[in-house]
T-cell receptor, first 113, second 114 residues
């Protein structure tokens, strides 16, 4: 069973701090990696995608990918209370003959004022 | 609004009844995915279409579940003889026909079986 693992948290950080969210995956053939944010009762919203080793920055968000270690992370700088949500890691993994986005269980982030 | 659209947003049904959900993907997106999500869990893959072809179906999916995408545009997910364990959020996502592209989700349909 190919898996995507995330610590369920909650991860609690003070406003203005850096939040670091981590994800590991089992399928070495995976090439596409995504981070989604999900507010309670809402559907997942895409925030970052990353396809190559290294860092990718978009505003306050930085995604980091290390394929050798099968590890993806998301850093949120200057965290705001509005960032409080569940963050889902998704990895396109081979399912049958197709690559399907496979999700972790999500990490709950709480940013307190 | 050119995003993924799902209908209905909420559905309450009695155990044993059949229900059908609809998903309208982003218009140029060839790929369409159905997921199910329960509280505290990530989205669980159900099935995948590329245009009108259903290419993948989760082995965990009961034969009470069926999905179609007859003209390669909108898709329907039907659950027959619903059970209380079917209560969940049903999510539809779509993407372009390329491995390195993102999938975008609709608002979801929340099903409650009583």
């Amino acid at each position: 069973q190919k898996e995507v693992e995330q610590n369920s948290g909650p991860l609690s950080v003070p406003e203005g701090a850096i939040a670091s969210l981590n994800c590991t995956y089992s399928d070495r053939g995976s090439q596409s990696f995504f981070w989604y944010r999900q507010y309670s009762g809402k559907s997942p919203e895409l925030i970052m995608s990353i396809y190559s080793n290294g860092d990718k920055e978009d505003g306050r968000f930085t995604a980091q990918l290390n394929k050798a270690s099968q590890y993806v992370s998301l850093l949120i700088r200057d965290s705001q209370p509005s960032d409080s949500a569940t963050y889902l890691c998704a990895v396109k993994q081979r399912t049958g003959g197709s690559y399907i986005p496979t999700f972790g269980r999500g990490t709950s982030l709480i940013v307190h004022p | 609004d050119t995003g993924v659209s799902q209908d209905p947003r909420h559905k309450i049904t009695k155990r044993g009844q059949n229900v059908t959900f609809r998903c309208d993907p982003i218009s140029e997106h060839n790929r369409l995915y159905w997921y199910r999500q329960t509280l505290g869990q990530g989205p669980e893959f159900l099935t995948y279409f590329q245009n009108e072809a259903q290419l993948e179906k989760s082995r965990l999916l009961s034969d009470r579940f069926s999905a179609e995408r007859p003209k390669g545009s909108f898709s329907t997910l039907e659950i027959q003889r619903t059970e209380q364990g079917d209560s969940a959020m049903y999510l539809c996502a779509s993407s372009l026909n390329n491995e390195n592209t993102e999938a975008f989700f609709g608002q979801g349909t929340r099903l409650t079986v009583v």
